[in-house]
């Protein structure tokens, strides 16, 4: 059973700096991809980042260039960097894995989210 919390979220104005944080913790046997989601009210939830077991990286066109995925594997934590915040950031921002078993089967987990509002 794997467990994926988030934290980080906050207020922050438009042009500010967020840094999120994702702790993973369980029985992790490897780490197909990671990745970060948002979800606006009204709105479905969307990939923002992912990062590869091999380290490669993808970003949503919207958050292209303000925005850094990375992860310490010491730790086993991932991070979501969010610089120059638009108040259409806004939403709550959710942790994802894609692991594999020890017996080779894949899984998806979700942290319960981080809010993050961009507002004046």
């Known amino acids: 059973q794997v467990q994926l919390v988030e934290s980080g979220g906050g207020l922050v104005q438009p042009g500010g700096s967020l840094r999120l944080s994702c702790a993973a913790s369980?029985?992790?046997?490897?780490?197909?991809?990671m990745g970060w989601y948002r979800q606006a009210p009204g709105k479905e939830r969307e990939l923002v980042a992912s990062i590869t077991s091999a380290d490669t990286t993808t970003y949503a066109d919207s958050v292209k260039g303000r925005f850094t995925i990375s992860r310490d594997n010491a730790k086993n934590t991932l991070y979501l960097q969010m610089n120059s915040l638009k108040p259409e950031d806004t939403a709550v921002y959710y942790c994802?894995?894609?692991?594999?078993?020890?017996?080779?089967?894949?899984?998806?987990?979700w942290g319960r989210g981080t809010q993050v509002t961009v507002s004046s």
């Open positions: 369980g029985s992790i046997f490897g780490i197909n991809a």
């Open positions: 994802h894995m894609n692991s594999r078993s020890q017996w080779a089967r894949e899984n998806n987990y």
